[in-house]
């Protein structure tokens, strides 16, 4: 997906002026979350570390809800600025262009949902290139700070999703419990039935729940899956 473009079935998500580019387990989270949401009423949706939008591209097609995105990345925000403008749902779409942390200082409006793809390497390597940098290590954003962040940010009855890698799942969940959420939905995802987990995709609620635990392979058989293919067949052009 090395394309300046990716063409999706009713939209079109330009990344080359973004470090980190439109990739499958984005996309698979994306309509996970927006199968989860799609009968709920929710007033406020706000999109955590927006990169090319991707995310909140793919919940305003499947829905009417007011989704504001922030990115601290500028190169990152001006282009997904200009994915939501030349999207069909541009009345719907806001991108915030700063850091979450300081957005609770300056808006008085809670979110009902909360998505966030985060970044994924805390304790590896940086690379030398520092927009990568912010889109791939937490050297800018902790999971801690970033569950402190949305802490501050959602409502009394809002829930949030995370994608993280698989590794981390325990962590994260350690983490929220810490701050009173609980875990209400998780997915852990294969790369095909032969591969062990590498990305879990999370839902949590200050609710106390029995969480709903699932698993699911991208391929099988060298063909993508069915379940995959039901949870992408909105988006992905080839199904």
Same mark, same amino acid.
């Given at each position: 997906?090395?394309?300046?473009?990716?063409?999706?079935?009713?939209?079109?998500?330009?990344?080359?002026?973004?470090?980190?580019?439109?990739?499958?387990?984005?996309?698979?989270?994306?309509?996970?979350?927006?199968?989860?949401?799609?009968?709920?009423? $929710?007033?406020?949706?706000?999109?955590?570390?927006?990169?090319?939008?991707? $995310?909140?591209?793919?919940?305003?097609?499947?829905?009417?809800?007011?989704?504001?995105?922030?990115?601290?990345?500028?190169?990152?925000?001006?282009?997904?600025?200009?994915?939501?403008?030349?999207?069909?749902?541009?009345?719907?779409?806001? $991108?915030?262009?700063?850091?979450?942390?300081?957005?609770?200082?300056?808006?008085?409006?809670?979110?009902?949902?909360?998505?966030?793809?985060?970044?994924?390497?805390?304790?590896?390597?940086?690379?030398?290139?520092?927009?990568?940098?912010?889109?791939?290590?937490?050297?800018?954003?902790?999971?801690?700070?970033?569950?402190?962040?949305?802490?501050?940010?959602? /409502?009394?009855?809002?829930?949030?999703?995370?994608?993280?890698?698989?590794?981390?799942?325990?962590?994260?969940?350690?983490?929220?419990?810490?701050?009173?959420?609980?875990?209400?939905?998780?997915?852990?995802?294969?790369?095909?039935?032969?591969?062990?987990?590498?990305?879990?995709?999370?839902?949590? /609620?200050?609710?106390?729940?029995?969480?709903?635990?699932?698993?699911? /392979?991208?391929?099988?058989?060298?063909?993508?899956?069915?379940?995959?293919?039901?949870?992408?067949?909105?988006?992905?052009?080839?199904?």
């Amino acid at each position: 997906m090395g394309n300046h473009f990716f063409n999706f079935k009713q939209f079109t998500v330009y990344q080359d002026q973004c470090a980190m580019k439109v990739c499958t387990d984005a996309c698979l989270f994306g309509s996970w979350v927006t199968n989860y949401i799609a009968d709920k009423y $929710l007033s406020a949706i706000l999109d955590i570390g927006a990169g090319t939008g991707l $995310l909140s591209l793919m919940i305003a097609q499947q829905s009417v809800h007011s989704i504001e995105a922030i990115e601290i990345e500028a190169a990152a925000a001006h282009q997904a600025t200009n994915n939501f403008n030349q999207s069909p749902w541009s009345n719907q779409l806001k $991108l915030i262009h700063g850091d979450v942390q300081d957005l609770f200082l300056k808006k008085e409006i809670q979110y009902d949902f909360i998505i966030s793809n985060p970044p994924f390497f805390e304790h590896d390597l940086p690379s030398n290139n520092s927009n990568k940098n912010l889109a791939l290590h937490s050297k800018a954003l902790t999971l801690k700070e970033l569950i402190n962040s949305i802490e501050n940010l959602l /409502s009394s009855t809002g829930e949030f999703a995370i994608l993280i890698p698989y590794v981390r799942f325990e962590y994260l969940v350690e983490i929220a419990q810490s701050k009173g959420y609980h875990l209400k939905k998780v997915t852990h995802v294969k790369q095909t039935t032969h591969h062990s987990f590498f990305r879990s995709m999370l839902i949590f /609620s200050r609710k106390a729940c029995l969480p709903e635990i699932n698993e699911m /392979s991208i391929k099988e058989n060298n063909m993508y899956s069915t379940e995959f293919r039901q949870l992408l067949s909105s988006y992905y052009l080839q199904f």
